[in-house]
């Protein structure tokens, strides 16, 4: 069965570098997402993408954050600054059209330190 | 602000037993529901729902999306060791969007051999 694909499984940064995460949809897929689960809490939006661009950001995603799709397959999530806060599970999702179910990705687990 | 609230928060049965996982939301502009099941990282697709009182199933695994009490259950009968997982329901909207999904805080059922 297809699978979305994330790499790092596991990234520590210490607090003020970047990080990219990064992502492999399915390749037929349109519809792209960046979710975080901080630690013991709800899973969050923070980004979709689809044409190229972002087509909705939640409150979490600010200027620190920015996503690309660089090369047709990749798909990555960068942090310019990170901050202790951002340590949290971010998995990537992925889905043909809209009115079908997402497929998520492993996950990259962000420590901050 | 989109609000998706899942009962019981945890719950431990024998192995064999039926259990109810409930969820209920306050959502603008409704699309569809979704339960996913989480072992270790990425959520698995389970069921999506977008009509009321049609009942899908998958094995041992039912559900049904309730639209005039904004509510759906996620039934599971006979359940085996491999069922314990975080079961999170999500609700996706708007209609004509990007339709991000705004996920409960999950219930973590456990099932004893």
């Known amino acids: 069965e297809p699978e979305v694909t994330q790499t790092p499984s596991h990234q520590v940064t210490q607090m003020g570098q970047e990080v990219i995460l990064r992502c492999v949809p399915i390749?037929?897929?349109?519809?792209f997402y960046w979710y975080r689960q901080i630690l013991g809490q709800k899973v969050e939006f923070l980004v979709s993408?689809?044409?190229?661009?972002?087509?909705?950001k939640s409150e979490i995603f600010d200027d620190q954050f920015s996503v690309e799709r660089p090369d047709g397959s990749n798909f990555t999530l960068k942090i310019r600054s990170t901050k202790l806060e951002d340590s949290a599970m971010y998995f990537c999702?992925?889905?043909?059209?809209?009115?079908?179910?997402?497929?998520f990705g492993s996950g990259t687990r962000l420590t901050v330190v | 602000e989109d609000k998706v609230v899942q009962s019981p928060l945890s719950l431990v049965v024998h192995e064999g037993d039926t259990v109810t996982l409930n969820c209920s939301y306050e959502?603008?502009?409704?699309?569809?529901l979704l339960w996913y099941k989480q072992e270790k990282k990425a959520p698995t697709f389970l069921f999506m729902l977008t009509s009321s009182g049609i009942e899908k199933k998958s094995g041992r695994l039912s559900s049904i999306l309730d639209k005039k009490e904004l509510s759906s259950i996620l039934n599971i009968t006979a359940t085996q060791t491999g069922d314990s997982a975080i079961y999170l329901c999500?609700?996706?909207?708007?209609?004509?969007?990007?339709?991000?999904?705004?996920f409960g805080t999950g219930t973590r059922l456990t099932i004893i051999p």
């Open positions: 390749s037929n897929h349109l519809y």
């Open positions: 993408f689809y044409n190229n661009e972002i087509s909705e």
């Open positions: 999702a992925s889905r043909l059209w809209t009115g079908q179910g997402y497929t």
């Open positions: 999500a609700v996706s909207g708007p209609k004509d969007g990007n339709e991000k999904l705004t």
């Open positions: 959502v603008t502009n409704f699309r569809s």
